[in-house]
């Protein structure tokens, strides 16, 4: 079944490391997002990505980092200069951004830093 | 950036009643999408509205396109337990701009 996958779905890191979120795609989508969620907050976009080894940030893209080296790939590095990263992440995909078709959206990594 | 402003914030409601939520922008939008999110899961869009005066079902979900373009608005009646959850609007006013703002989120309890 066609869909998207992040993992793990629960994350524990201790404060001041660097962790890195997965989200893959067999959507053959060429667009992927990364939104974070905190309580009573919506979803706040991280950043996104057009195509392959492009990428650009978000309204809050700062502690973060992202790479898109395959179509099928956008994983999302939370850093240590990144103030309050306990948070829900989420990935998202679309099949182009030009026409923003509807977004089909991951289960979600809750990372906690302790 | 875009002000998207969505109420209200939660409701408590018996099971069987109707429920309306709504959002509102701050600009002239072209497209808004309503995801509802169950508990630790990602989004799953329930309707999609692509012009002014618009209303769209989906079961006993019913959505509108505010005639002004900068509001709409969802309708679910006689709710029953599973439709707890937090439900969002998205928009996008078009013009180049094609990332979604999403609203903040509409919590809905349902008592059986």
Known sequence: ?114 | GQQLNQSPQSMFIQEGEDVSMNCTSSSIFNTWLWYKQDPGEGPVLLIALYKAGELTSNGRLTAQFGITRKDSFLNISASIPSDVGIYFCAGRTGGGSYIPTFGRGTSLIVHP
């Open chain 1, 1 to 114: 079944d066609g869909g998207i996958t992040q993992s793990p779905k629960y994350l524990f890191r201790k404060e001041g490391q660097n962790v890195t979120l997965s989200c893959e795609q067999n959507l053959n989508h060429d667009a992927m997002y990364w939104y974070r969620q905190d309580p009573g907050q919506g979803l706040r976009l991280i950043y996104y990505s057009q195509i392959v080894n492009d990428f650009q940030k978000g309204d809050i893209a700062e502690g973060y980092s992202v790479s898109r080296e395959k179509k099928e790939s956008f994983p999302l590095t939370v850093t240590s200069a990144q103030k309050n990263p306990t948070a829900f992440y989420l990935c998202a995909s679309s099949t182009r951004l030009a026409t923003w078709n509807e977004q089909f959206f991951g289960p979600g990594t809750r990372l906690t830093v302790l």
